[in-house]
């Protein structure tokens, strides 16, 4: 039987793309307010480089985005003059500003449709490479828990977090599907530990590697009737 169903967030439930960039903007013009020093020095492209060279200079940053952007800020305003508690306090103020921005999704077409459809039957959670929060957004309601690389310390498609996802619900690989649009991060991933999978492609892009999905979805409306197929399948 299938009890728990996984799912990615970033373009798997909205497109993370134009969330991202305006978040960005948003702490862009933050920091031009109120850390000239810093955005007379970067613009908004020289800070991502900075962050870059941030995450290439702390490897155990890699896998965790919010620790590798508060690092980068605090850093950054450091470099320019500012001291050490300062730097950290506006480090601080100005992830916040990034955070709450980051959270202001628009849900693709059926997305809560179809998370209300499911969370009647199975439990739901949620794992992301990114640091979006579901309580924010509004997501709560529907999912039991929700993983991050920024808690687990390890991105999809590493075993850390699809492993914790089981333990966290006390159930086997074999009762679980994820879902997600990556095909390595998510359908590789979750493959690799034993899940059943759903391949969220909206573009009808080609599947490029050995094992394929266990079911593919080119609209989200389609999951439950593909989780009931699955479902159905494993009972068999």
Not at 76 to 91: D, H, K, S, T
Not at 114 to 141: F, H, M, P, S, W
């Amino acid at each position: 039987m299938i009890k728990l169903i996984t799912f990615d967030l970033d373009n798997t439930l909205w497109h993370a793309d134009p969330v991202l960039i305006r978040a960005e903007q948003t702490l862009y013009q933050w920091l031009q307010t109120h850390c000239s020093n810093l955005t007379d020095r970067y613009s908004s492209d020289g800070m991502h480089r900075f962050k870059a060279e941030v995450a290439r200079r702390n490897p155990a940053l890699k896998h965790k985005v919010s620790a590798l952007r508060l690092a980068a800020l605090k850093l950054a305003l450091l470099e320019v003059g500012y001291p050490e508690n300062r730097a950290e306090q506006m480090a601080e103020q100005a992830f916040a500003v990034f955070h709450h921005a980051r959270q202001q999704v628009t849900f693709f077409d059926h997305t809560l449709n179809v998370l209300n459809e499911l969370k009647k039957r199975y439990r739901l959670a949620a794992l992301t490479n990114g640091n979006a929060d579901i309580q924010i957004i509004g997501l709560d309601n529907y999912f039991e828990f929700a993983l991050s690389a920024d808690s687990i310390g390890k991105q999809k498609p590493s075993p850390e977090m699809f492993l914790q996802a089981l333990q966290r619900a006390e159930v086997t690989a074999d009762e679980a599907i994820h879902i997600g649009d990556h095909p390595e991060q998510d359908i590789v991933g979750a493959q690799n530990q034993g899940f059943h999978t759903i391949w969220i492609n909206f573009d009808a892009a080609p599947w490029n590697y050995p094992v394929p999905p266990t079911a593919v979805a080119n609209c989200l409306s389609e999951i439950p009737k593909l989780i009931a197929q699955i479902a159905d399948e494993s009972i068999i």
